[in-house]
């Protein structure tokens, strides 16, 4: 099965949340 419309649209939607998460860390 290939990646959906759907998981590219989470994923999408996550790369804000995560790299507003591992900035602070890695800072």
Known sequence: P???EED???A???L???AAVR???DA
């Open 2 to 4: 290939g990646v959906t």
């Open 8 to 10: 590219l649209r989470a």
């Open 12 to 14: 999408t939607d996550h």
């Open 16 to 18: 804000p949340v995560l």
């Open 23 to 25: 900035i602070p860390a």
